[in-house]
């Protein structure tokens, strides 16, 4: 499997992760400093638990693309090069249920919090966050955020904070209305008042987390592209955050086959601190791209996040 960057790059721009890689995971699990945090997101395409995949909509198309093991054992690569880059969270996207997650992030090794979306057995797209234990995080788990979908139908976000020693961290993972990319969020496209309305909430939430003083991380399928200079949903975000990718960068997935990202991992720092980003990754599969439907449309994005101690 092939990366956009190599361990190499990692380690000359983070030389504390660098190290961690070199001497391995178990050494990771017992030196990572408190005020750092590796996170993920992965958007699986219509990942199901294998039982009735051929109802789900979206990559399977009817059954056309069903996975057989050749294809879990890639995803399963995937999951064990997050680990070789030491990725202590990853929010996860359109997982059918737990058993779904299961099949490729054992319980041994991940802690599962899935969203408690009611779906329908052709739309079983939940939202989840899987915690590796070796990272040494106590999860604290809140309700899913649900204000963003108000009959219920849309999906959900899976909300933590993550405590090790004195360092909290807030990780939510979200998976916003498709269908408004880069227009207006004022446009008349219903799909774009949509999408204004969940950005409305995120800014509350978000608001509410400033206040507590707790460094915060959204790593989600926002369905925008908010890495495109100047994007207005990106500036509207309260806080100064950090977007990453970072604005102007272009996907490298499936040999760049989408021109702009819609999956972002973006970190809020409080009040008297700063979050300082210190290595970024994009996580190809190193398959020809005719397995693009059997796999996943998106690749992973993987950040290291730093928080400067409080004052």
């Known amino acids: 499997m092939k990366v956009h960057r190599s361990s190499h790059r990692l380690r000359r721009l983070c030389p504390i992760l660098g190290a961690l890689l070199a001497a391995g995971p178990s050494m990771a699990g017992q030196s990572r400093p408190p005020n750092r945090i590796t996170v993920a997101t992965w958007n699986i395409a219509w990942f199901g638990d294998g039982?009735?995949?051929?109802?789900l909509r979206g990559n399977q198309?009817?059954?056309?693309?069903?996975?057989?093991?050749?294809?879990?054992?890639?995803?399963?690569?995937?999951?064990?090069?997050?680990?070789?880059?030491?990725?202590?969270?990853?929010?996860?996207?359109?997982?059918?249920?737990a058993a779904a997650v299961r099949r490729i992030f054992p319980e041994e090794d991940w802690d599962?919090?899935?969203?408690?979306?009611?779906?329908?057995?052709?739309?079983?797209?939940r939202t989840a966050i899987v915690?590796?234990?070796?990272?040494?995080?106590?999860v604290e788990r809140h309700p899913d955020v649900v204000e963003w979908s108000p009959q219920g139908r849309d999906?959900?976000?899976?909300?933590?904070?993550?405590?090790?020693?004195?360092?909290?961290?807030?990780?939510?993972?979200?998976?916003?209305?498709?269908?408004?990319?880069?227009?207006?969020?004022?446009?008349?496209?219903?799909?774009?008042?949509?999408l204004r309305m969940q950005f409305a909430?995120?800014?509350?939430?978000?608001?509410?987390?400033?206040?507590?003083?707790?460094?915060?991380?959204?790593?989600?399928d926002w369905n925008r592209f908010l890495s495109r200079p100047g994007d207005e949903?990106?500036?509207?975000?309260?806080?100064?955050?950090?977007?990453?990718?970072?604005?102007?960068?272009?996907?490298?997935?499936?040999?760049?086959y989408f021109d702009h990202y819609v999956d972002h991992i973006v970190a809020f720092a409080p009040r008297g601190r700063e979050v300082a980003p210190?290595?970024?990754?994009?996580?190809?599969?190193?398959?020809?791209?005719?397995?693009?439907?059997?796999?996943?449309?998106?690749?992973?994005l993987v950040a290291t996040l730093g928080f400067t101690a409080p004052n």
């Open 112 to 125: 599962l919090s899935l969203s408690t979306r009611e779906t329908d057995p052709e739309w079983s797209q």
């Open 61 to 97: 198309r009817g059954g056309r693309f069903l996975r057989d093991e050749a294809d879990l054992e890639r995803l399963r690569g995937v999951v064990s090069r997050l680990a070789d880059l030491d990725v202590e969270v990853v929010g996860l996207q359109e997982v059918e249920n």
């Open 233 to 256: 949903a990106a500036a509207g975000l309260p806080g100064g955050p950090r977007v990453l990718p970072s604005p102007g960068s272009a996907p490298a997935c499936w040999d760049g």
């Open 131 to 138: 915690v590796r234990r070796a990272a040494g995080w106590r």
């Open 155 to 194: 999906r959900h976000g899976v909300d933590l904070t993550l405590i090790r020693g004195q360092e909290r961290v807030r990780v939510l993972t979200l998976h916003f209305q498709s269908g408004c990319n880069a227009e207006p969020l004022r446009s008349p496209e219903p799909r774009c008042g949509f």
């Open 201 to 220: 909430v995120l800014k509350g939430w978000l608001f509410e987390r400033m206040a507590e003083g707790v460094p915060t991380v959204v790593a989600g």
């Open 278 to 300: 210190t290595a970024f990754e994009e996580v190809l599969y190193g398959a020809p791209r005719s397995a693009r439907d059997r796999l996943s449309d998106h690749c992973p």
């Open 51 to 55: 039982i009735r995949d051929g109802v």
